[in-house]
């Protein structure tokens, strides 16, 4: 029986195994692959989307347990080509090397963002300690971070 | 060091690494093929080593002449402006698509935005032996100069008999030739506009000094950042084709394990699900992902496998000598001098010590992928791999092809560290595309990739050493074991020394990582040096700076020692500062830690690091990568670790892995040295190579506790020296 999904705020029917993990539902049916597989159990957050606004792993979230609920995915911040105030300091902070983690952290620093526009730097890192990135880029993702939340104060 | 030196170099690292080092059979390349593919304009190609300047062209020319066997890039030039430069490099997330396409910008004096580099692609780039050892800018780097500096004389040139103009009144800039006499210019598209030019060029037209830099030498932004930002962007693992299956391998019980029976039955009555089965390849395709991991767990099978080595015995294993017959006509590497045995009898005091390195491994975010699609006998495969013409090799061995009919095409990568130099993944997919009779996509799970790729080596290091009162190293005896020969050779001016490097049997399959062996060997080095400053009471700082002659090492050094404040702050129980010098190919790296310790916890508080590898080509890049290369290499320091005993890894995941997180970011700070007079060499490597050691000798300096085996402290620090 086809589910319904609610994607980027279009709905979806996809006619998949319940148990199937909403990763690859977005990724092979959807062809939403700018969330990405990284480890499968839920430890590096390069899978992370939002699920009624709150970061969640689509790699742990089997697609029953998502239906009714608002899925945000990478592709879903930009608006009218308008880039969302992370995606942007990301860009301008250049955040990334090989980038393979930047959605999942975009998506994680979004979702806390959304429930705290001014956090200070330990709720910035508490938020993104479950994102892998093995480049490295630490310190300047924390930083655009940062640039994205005092943007938003302005 | 000499391109011979870092040649030879990596052919000990691909022997070390059971991967044979492959042959460029060169290929036929006519004019025609060419223009056909790309279009009319202009074509300039570079060649590798001395070549007479050569050029062909205009329409009269024969269309089957072939272009030399040894060109290492070509550019080409549309007839409506557009650059497309054609370079076997990857990019990986180390930035090179961006700072190549500086160095094009600069020479060729074309827009940022009229270039686009081709990168990897078997059928369409030259030969490279890979992206690997810091190579790309000291060796791509110039070829790229060159052909754009013939390209913007030629185009200078065409101009000049189209107006029958001055030619020394002519300059090229943005994209244009501009006659100062009369301003009227032209633009490099009109200019190329129903030619079919060919031009050859060697290694020695005149370019632009570091100093003159306008494009290069800046902070240029990652080309296509955007679709980073925005999931845009189709990493191999992203990529998809019409009909495309999914593919997932059944991995044998232990390393070195035969199949001893199958039963595939209950995966086979899944729908859409495919088995194969070919000796001890065994494989399952599906439409998605999902089925094809469930066929995989419906698979019984049982395996054979021989007993194997553990951990523990592993640093006496390491010192068994190898019972392969060497290649290397040299001999395993081996640096001498003086005479050691003299240079101890005349030290003050002497020391022996050995240092130890676990296997690691690199935990790329984007696991190994390939896709394959096979088609009317031609074999085409995506994959993220850091020698595209290796892979294409081993493919042609594997499925006996000519290499003319397979292809491989690198999409950027989701990052390789060393990790992506072989093909296995798409060995796999293509023999799962081959049984299936559709594209099939392969990207392995994180446990394959803890498994089934290849480690950092493990191994021992012993340091023999004597030095006088004042400091002065009268003796080195440094020998490593298995680890590799990286980074051996000391950058102090120690007039008695034997280094040399003994190769084993791996217990584990093992290769290449960020900055090979120098990573191991820096470490050794560096910890002792400090052993030795401690033993004759002697500033560390002090003490490297006694035994340096090489200007560069001293200034960078000092550059790093500086922007700490070293010795302005005193060591406590609880605070310790450490320092560590380090040389490779070409570059100098000074790095400086600050440690806090609280009962058993270490915390790297503060990280300078000085880098210096001559003028710099993206100032804004190279931070990234040395900060990166310093948060990478926390890991290994501290915590990471590869467990392993009889043919099984114990840790496959990273819930058993730990690998540096928010949480261990110290406050790094980089200093970079720019040295304008000097050709730029790479950075992904040698930022990596002092930061353990100073890591190591700044918690010495805390607690009195040396600790020469990395990771450092996986359960805390150890009650006592280890």
């Known amino acids: 029986m086809p589910s319904t999904l ?92 090989c980038a393979y983690c930047t959605s999942g952290m975009i998506m994680s620093a979004v979702g806390l963002l959304a429930r705290n526009p001014s956090p200070s730097d330990d709720q910035i890192l508490t938020a993104i300690e479950g994102n892998v990135c093995r480049c490295g880029t630490h310190p300047r993702i924390l930083e655009a971070v940062r640039q994205a939340a005092s943007g938003k104060k302005v | 060091m000499s391109e011979q030196a870092i040649i030879r170099e990596a052919e000990v690292e691909n022997q070390q690494h059971e991967s044979v080092p492959r042959l460029s059979y060169g290929f036929e390349l006519r004019r025609r093929d060419f223009f056909k593919l790309l279009g009319g304009g202009m074509l300039v190609c570079a060649c590798a080593g001395p070549v007479l300047a050569q050029e062909s062209g205009g329409r009269r020319h024969n269309d089957d002449d072939e272009l030399p066997q040894n060109i290492s890039a070509w550019l080409h030039i549309g007839e409506d402006g557009a650059v497309t430069v054609y370079t076997g490099k990857v990019e990986m997330g180390q930035n090179v698509r961006t700072s190549l396409t500086q160095q094009v910008a600069e020479e060729l004096r074309a827009p940022l935005d009229s270039i686009s580099l081709v990168m990897g692609d078997t059928a369409l780039t030259p030969y490279d032996m890979g992206t690997l050892g810091s190579r790309t800018t000291p060796t791509m780097g110039p070829q790229l100069r060159n052909v754009s500096a013939a390209a913007r004389e030629s185009l200078i040139d065409m101009a000049a008999q189209r107006w029958a103009a001055d030619r020394a009144k002519l300059q090229a800039s943005d994209g244009r030739v501009t006659d100062t006499g009369s301003n009227r210019s032209i633009s490099f598209g009109e200019l190329t506009k129903g030619q079919e030019l060919v031009k050859l060029v060697g290694d020695d037209p005149v370019l632009e000094l570091p100093d003159q830099w306008k494009i290069a030498g800046t902070s240029t932004p990652k080309i296509n950042g955007r679709d980073f930002v925005t999931g845009k962007h189709q990493y191999t693992s992203d990529f998809s084709l019409p009909g495309m299956l999914h593919g997932k391998i059944l991995r044998p019980s232990a390393f070195r394990a035969t199949l001893k029976w199958l039963d595939t039955s209950a995966a086979e009555k899944i729908p859409g699900v495919k088995v194969v089965h070919d000796a001890n390849f065994v494989g399952v395709t599906a439409l998605d992902v999902w089925t094809a991991t469930k066929a995989l767990k419906a698979i019984r099978a049982e395996w054979s496998a021989p007993q194997q080595s553990c951990e523990a015995t592993l640093f006496q294993d390491v010192r068994k000598p190898t019972t392969k017959e060497s290649d290397n006509s040299g001999g395993p590497p081996r640096i001498t001098g003086g005479s050691v045995e003299q240079g101890l009898s005349s030290a003050d005091r002497t020391m022996k010590q050995t240092y130890t390195v676990a296997y690691i491994q690199h935990i790329p975010l984007e696991p190994r992928a390939a896709v394959a699609l096979w088609e009317n006998g031609k074999l085409t495969v995506w994959t993220g791999t850091q020698r595209p013409f290796a892979v294409r090799d081993e493919l042609a061995e594997a499925f006996r092809l000519n290499q003319d009919k397979v292809r491989v095409m690198v999409p950027d990568t989701g ?63 440094f020998d490593n074991y298995n680890s590799g020969p990286a980074g051996m050779k000391p950058p102090y001016a120690f007039a008695n020394q034997h280094i040399e ?116 080509v993206n100032p804004d890049g190279l931070r990234n990568q040395v900060a990166g290369a310093i948060m990478m290499g926390l890991g290994g320091a501290l915590f990471e670790a590869i467990h392993f005993d009889n043919g099984r890894i114990l840790n496959p995941h990273l819930t058993k892995y730990r690998v540096p997180r928010f949480s261990d970011m110290p406050q790094i700070d980089v200093v970079l040295v720019d040295r304008k007079d000097i050709a730029p060499a790479g950075a992904g490597e040698t930022p990596i190579m002092a930061l353990a050691p100073a890591i190591s000798n700044a918690i010495f300096a805390a607690t009195r506790i040396r600790l020469r085996s990395l990771p450092m402290v996986p359960d805390g620090l150890p009650a006592k020296s280890a």
């Not at chain 1, 159990?41 to 790699?59: I, Q």
């Not at chain 1, 742990?60 to 995606?87: N, Y």
């Not at chain 2, 290449?512 to 050794?524: E, I, K, P, Q, V």
């Open chain 1, 6 to 97: 609610l994607v980027n705020g279009t709905e979806h029917q996809v006619e998949v195994p319940p148990d199937t993990k909403l990763l690859y539902v977005l990724r092979d049916t959807l062809g939403l692959t700018g969330t990405k597989y990284g480890c499968g159990e839920g430890m590096c957050g390069a899978c992370t989307v939002l699920l009624d606004g709150r970061p969640t792993r689509s790699c742990q979230a089997p697609v029953s347990t998502v239906i009714g609920k608002k899925i945000t995915t990478i592709e879903g911040l930009e608006q009218k080509g308008q880039l969302h105030p992370v995606q942007q300091a990301f860009l301008k902070v250049e955040a990334f090397q």
């Open chain 2, 415 to 477: 990052s390789a560290y060393g990790g992506k130099h072989t093909g296995e993944t798409a060995i796999e997919a293509a023999r799962l595309a081959q049984a299936a009779g559709k594209p099939v996509k392969l990207v392995w799970t994180r446990e394959e990739e803890f498994t089934w790729a290849y480690f950092r080596p493990g191994g021992a290091i012993d340091v023999h050493s004597g030095v006088q009162k004042d400091g002065k190293v009268t003796a080195w005896q």
């Open chain 2, 501 to 616: 490097f003994h190769p084993t049997d791996a217990p584990l399959r093992q290769g290449s990582y960020r900055g090979l062996a120098a990573t191991a060997n820096h470490f050794a080095r560096e910890v002792h040096m400090d052993e030795l400053a401690e033993l004759v009471k002697i500033d560390p700082l002090a003490l490297r700076m006694k035994n340096l002659s090489d200007a560069r090492a001293q200034a960078c050094l000092e550059a790093a020692a500086k922007a700490f404040g070293w010795g302005l702050q005193k060591n406590s129980a609880t605070r310790g500062f450490g320092i560590a010098l380090g040389e490779e190919k070409g570059s100098y790296v000074a790095t400086c830690a600050e440690v806090e310790v609280q009962s058993r916890e270490v915390r790297v508080k503060r990280v300078v690091e000085a880098f210096e590898c001559g003028a710099i």
